[in-house]
C-alpha cells in the first residue's frame, strides 16, 4: 500500500515538474514576446527604416544635432541679399519734377548723377501667339507652291515647346496630379490644356529621354560607386515596385512589378556592374558577386540608434551609441575635407589609422558583448536569443537586433569614403506614385539637376526637335 502510494506520488511530481518547465518556458517566450512588441512599438524614422509618413502627426526628434548658433547667416559668412545685375532687360529713366529749392524747371539742368534702384520680377505670364504664314505663289508657268512649314508648326493650331516643357515639369518634377496642372496652366497662363493632352506630352517627353536612359545605365556601369534600393508604389491598383540607381551625378529609375532579381537584371545595372554596391543589405542584391558590397550609413545609424534605446538594463549596449557617433563624425570629417580640399580623394594617413583605431576601439566591446556563434551551430534561437529546440529543422534567425547588428558590421566595415552622400531611399520615398514614363523623364530630370543643368532647358530640348539633353560621364 505504502508503495504504491510513492510511485504515485512520484507520478505526481514528474507530471508537476514537467508543467513547471512548460509554464517557465511559454513565460520565457511571453517576456520576449513583450520585448519584441515593445520594441516594434518603439520603431519610427529615427531608429529604422520606417518613412516618415508612417508617423502621421507623432514626429519624433530629429536625429540632427543643433549648431550651438543662432538664426541668420554666419557670422563672417557669405551673404545672401538680392544684388544688382549689370545688363537690366529694362531701363526707365525717372526726371524730377521740379526743384525742391524754388520749384523751377529742371527739364535742361545738368544730371549730375543717377541712382540706379532695381525690380526684380516675372514678366506677363500670358501665352504668346505666333502665327506663321505660309504663302502660296503662282509661278508664271502657273504652278503654284507654298513655302514650307517651320518645324514646330505643323497644324492649324498647336502649343509649343516652352508650355509643353513646362507642364511635364509641373508633372515629373513637382509632382503635380494632372487635373491640377491642367488648372495651374489655365489661371496662369490662360492655356485651357486638357489633362488627356498633358497625358500625351508626358508621353513624347519618356520616349525622347529613352536613349538617354541607356546612356545613363551605361554611365553606371562604368562607376565606381552606385547606390542602390527599391521602394514599392501602387500603379494601376496593384502594387509594384520602384529601383533605383544613383551616384552624385547620375540617377536612373527602372519600375516592375518584382523586387527582387527579375526586376534588378531588367534593369541592367548591377548585372554588370563591377564597383562597389552599396545598399540596405537586402539579400538580392548580394547574390551579384561581380560588385562589392557596402552598407549604407543612414541604415546603420537607425540600427545602431534602436539598439541603444532598447538595450536592457542589464546588459548596456553603450558601443552602438558611440559607432553612430564615429559614423556622423566620420561623414562630418569628410565634408570638411572636400570644402578645404575639393581635389581630395580620400583620408590622409594619420586619420584614416586615426578613426580606424577609434571603430576597432568600439567594435571590440560590441564583440565581447556578442562574441561570434560557432559557425557548425545552427541558428535555432528564440526572440529573447535561448535555443529553441533541437535543430530539426531549417529555421530563420530570430536573435535580436542587437546581435544580427553586431554579426552584421563584425561580417562587413563600412567604407566611409564611399558614401558620396547620395541617399536613393530618401528621394523615393518622396515618391508616391507615377507610371513608366513619369520615372523616366523623372530620372532624366534628376540627373540633369545634379549635373546642374536649367530643368526646363533639358525638357524644351525633347520638344523642339533636337532631342534630350546628353548626360556628363560621372568623374
Known sequence: MLLALVGELRSELTATRA?????????????????ELKRRLG???????????????????????SSGRGPGKAKGGAGGALLQVEGPDVVQVHLPAAC?????????????????????????????????????????????????????????????????????YLLTRQHLPYERCALLLADVHGAEVATCTLLEWAGQAAQAVAPRT???????????????????????GRTCWVHTACTPSLTMYHVHAKRGVAAIESMGVLPAFAGIAVHDRWKPYK????????????????????????????????????LAKLLVDTWDEIKEIRAAHPEATGFTVDALERLTARYEEIFTVGRMLHPPRDPAAPDHTTKSGEPAGPPGRRARSSAPVRVRLARAVRQQRQRADD??????????????????RFFAVRGCLSTAAKQSENLLDAITLLFDGRGAWIPTPAS
Open 19 to 35: 508543467e513547471l518547465a512548460a509554464a517557465r518556458a511559454a513565460i520565457a517566450e511571453l517576456r520576449a514576446e513583450n520585448a
Open 43 to 65: 520603431m519610427n524614422p529615427k531608429n529604422s527604416s520606417k518613412p516618415p509618413s508612417s508617423d502621421g502627426l507623432a514626429k519624433p526628434v530629429s536625429l540632427r544635432k
Open 100 to 168: 525742391g529749392g524754388c520749384a523751377g524747371d529742371l527739364a535742361e539742368a545738368e544730371v549730375v548723377s543717377v541712382e540706379r534702384r532695381q525690380v526684380f520680377d516675372l514678366p506677363a505670364t500670358r501665352l504668346r501667339v505666333t502665327e506663321h504664314r505660309l504663302e502660296h505663289r503662282r509661278c508664271a508657268c502657273g504652278q503654284v507652291t507654298v513655302a514650307a512649314a517651320p518645324d514646330g508648326a505643323a497644324a492649324l493650331a498647336q502649343y509649343g515647346p516652352q508650355i509643353k516643357s513646362l507642364a511635364v
Open 214 to 236: 541607356e546612356v545613363v545605365r551605361e554611365q553606371l556601369i562604368e562607376c565606381d560607386v552606385v547606390g542602390f534600393d527599391e521602394t514599392g508604389t501602387r500603379i494601376a
Open 287 to 322: 547574390t551579384y558577386t561581380g560588385a562589392q558590397h557596402a552598407l549604407w550609413a543612414a541604415h546603420h545609424l537607425r540600427e545602431l540608434t534602436a539598439v541603444a534605446e532598447n538595450a536592457a538594463a542589464q546588459r548596456p549596449e553603450a558601443w552602438a551609441a558611440e
Open 419 to 436: 558614401q558620396n552622400g547620395e541617399d536613393p531611399a530618401e528621394d523615393l520615398r518622396r515618391l508616391a506614385h507615377g507610371t513608366e
